[in-house]
């Protein structure tokens, strides 16, 4: 039984995989108008969320449906859990009712309790340190774009901590992308998440670049990526971040003249305009990529799901096409 908790646990190779799994989906639903795989024919998964959502909610619904499945959206603050009851026995209980759990937390570790203890697959719709279904669909996104992405340059500028910086530094290092973080000395990535992207970028012979300069971070970059100074859960912490983010890291065209002329912009989404990035970057239409980005969030769904819960399935879905 697999778990998609952290990309941390996926091979490079399985990263690969599953981007492409993705891009593969958009192809047999856009090109050969293919929308229903049936491949989760009846199985109802369970969507537990801590946290709002629109894109990873709505995607992953939509996604389970079009597979066959049956979707359970379940708010944290609805279930027994908001009153005590534990993660334990939650999932003791869910298992005998579904066959998967997706859950959105404030602590990564309640996922691990939520793999620990139940006998069916945990999947990640974010934590306070990860956000890998947003990045295997970022990396689908790009390879979209750009036709490839070993060789490429992503600049991310910001929070250096925040849980999307986390699972892009691991997809992009995985897959050859260089990956450069700019972010205040007191925002940095975690440092296991630094080692072990250090670790795969040796490997697949990219570079991984942690600096306090947006600048030296945007140079030559192919991708330019943001997230908000302040992601959920760290409301309290509001005006202290903006006082060290502001305005030094907020992405701007002046900023961006150090990119490749060719670059696109990219933001998970919520964004604050005129916070971590100016309106005129985002909404532009020549280099912002943000609707796609969103919009792939729906393919890269059914690819994870496939992945964790039907890999004959897929494979089966390989040969045929
Ligand atoms: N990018 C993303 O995960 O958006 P939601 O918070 O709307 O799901
Ligand atoms: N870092 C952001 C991502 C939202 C999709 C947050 O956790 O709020």
């Known amino acids: 039984m697999k778990h998609f908790l952290t990309l941390l646990d996926l091979a490079p190779e399985d990263i690969n995989y599953v981007v492409h799994l993705s891009s593969l989906i958009k192809t047999l639903h856009n090109d050969l108008g293919i929308s229903e795989m ?23 619904e939509v996604a389970i449906r079009r597979l066959g499945g049956v979707p359970l959206y379940l708010r944290w603050d609805e279930l027994q859990l908001a009153r005590g009851e534990t993660i334990h026995d939650t999932i003791k209980v869910l298992e005998r009712y579904v066959g998967c759990v997706v859950a959105r937390v404030y602590r990564h570790q309640d996922l691990v309790e939520m793999a620990k203890h ?8 974010l934590s306070d340190l990860y956000h890998p279904l947003q990045a295997v669909s970022d990396l689908q996104t790009i390879l979209e774009v750009k036709g490839s992405l070993k060789g490429l340059k992503v600049a991310f500028i910001g929070d250096g901590g925040s849980n999307v910086c986390h699972s892009l530094m691991v997809a992009c290092s995985s897959v050859g992308m260089d990956f450069a973080v700019a972010c205040p000395s007191r925002y940095p990535p975690a440092e296991h998440v630094i080692r072990e992207a250090e670790r795969r970028a040796k490997a697949s012979g990219s570079e991984v670049i942690i600096t306090d300069s947006p600048e030296e971070a945007v140079r030559e970059a192919d991708v330019v990526y943001t997230d908000v100074f302040v992601s959920m859960g760290k409301e309290r912490e509001r005006k202290d971040r903006l006082n060290v983010f502001l305005p030094r890291y907020r992405v701007t065209k002046k900023l961006l003249i150090n990119a490749k002329r060719d670059y696109v912009f990219m933001h998970c989404l919520p964004c604050r305009r ?7 970057v985002i909404d532009d239409e020549e280099h912002s990529i943000v ?24 494979k089966s879905l390989m040969r045929r096409y």
């Open 291 to 314: 609707w796609l980005q969103a919009e792939n969030r729906l393919y890269s769904a059914e690819a994870v799901l496939m992945y964790v819960l039907k890999p004959d399935g897929v």
């Open 274 to 280: 005129g916070e971590e990035v100016e309106a005129d």
């Open 38 to 60: 049936n491949l989760l024919k009846g199985a109802h998964v369970a969507l537990i969320f801590q946290k709002p959502s629109t894109r990873t909610r709505v995607s992953l």
């Open 118 to 125: 139940g006998s069916i697959p945990v999947i990640n719709a």
